[in-house]
């Protein structure tokens, strides 16, 4: 079973843990992983683009000139999808992007991710999150001392006033709860610090 260092706010160690070999050390499957990146991704689309049929348009659908004898193009209506200001043919409607991946991939797109990452040095496992307030300096500070910056993911089990409080206002840095854990938020960040009490519940809920 890999251990890790656990470590305080101020980047000493206090404390190892030990991590199941069934969620951070398992065979990484990038095959799984790339199909729920793309998956994620594809459910943040709005999908909320439109365009209007020629029921919707304005103008009237009265016949503009006679169909034989003028020398012009037989045209039925104003609203014609030929016509400036007309309709639009087969244009967007407004639709769902979303993919459905069984749990199971899910998981195991999880599970590869979480190993990927700390095989790559880039999790940490902080001891708590117990911050004297709620200002952004004073947790600017403690970034500094865990050396994470750019994109960095907090993962927190329990609330945490302060800790959201200080860090909502801070470029690059994203807190979610353990429930939230996602491989295309793992993968998409420079740095991972999770607390101590979020990688043990890793370690009971994915084994």
């Given at each position: 079973m890999p251990k890790v260092d656990v470590v305080d706010l101020t980047n000493k160690k206090v404390d190892e843990l030990e991590l199941a070999d069934g969620v951070f050390a398992v065979e990484i499957n990038?095959?799984?992983?790339?199909?729920?990146?793309?998956?994620?991704?594809?459910?943040?689309?709005?999908?909320?683009?439109?365009?209007?049929?020629?029921?919707?348009?304005?103008?009237?659908?009265?016949?503009?000139?006679?169909?034989?004898?003028?020398?012009?193009?037989?045209?039925?209506?104003?609203?014609?999808?030929?016509?400036?200001?007309?309709?639009?043919?087969?244009?967007?409607?407004?639709?769902?992007?979303?993919?459905g991946l069984p749990r199971k991939m899910f998981l195991g797109a999880l599970r590869s991710a979480l190993t990927a990452q700390l095989n790559d040095g880039l999790l940490t496992v902080v001891k708590d999150f117990e911050l004297a307030d709620h200002k952004t300096q004073g947790f600017s500070g403690v970034l500094g001392a865990l050396g994470a910056d750019r994109k960095v993911l907090i993962v927190e089990n329990d609330d945490n006033l302060n800790l959201e409080r200080s860090s909502r206002n801070i470029a690059g840095v994203t807190l979610i709860g353990g429930y939230e854990l996602d491989?295309?938020?793992?993968?998409?960040?420079?740095?991972?610090?999770?607390?101590?009490?979020?990688?043990?519940?890793?370690?009971?809920?994915l084994a």
């Open positions: 990038t095959a799984l992983i790339h199909q729920a990146v793309v998956a994620y991704q594809a459910a943040q689309r709005a999908g909320t683009h439109k365009t209007k049929s020629r029921s919707e348009v304005s103008g009237s659908g009265k016949k503009l000139w006679r169909q034989k004898g003028t020398g012009r193009a037989r045209i039925g209506s104003i609203r014609s999808t030929l016509w400036r200001s007309g309709a639009t043919t087969h244009g967007p409607k407004p639709r769902s992007y979303k993919q491989p295309y938020l793992l993968l998409n960040s420079n740095r991972i610090l999770m607390s101590a009490a979020a990688a043990a519940k890793c370690n009971e809920v």
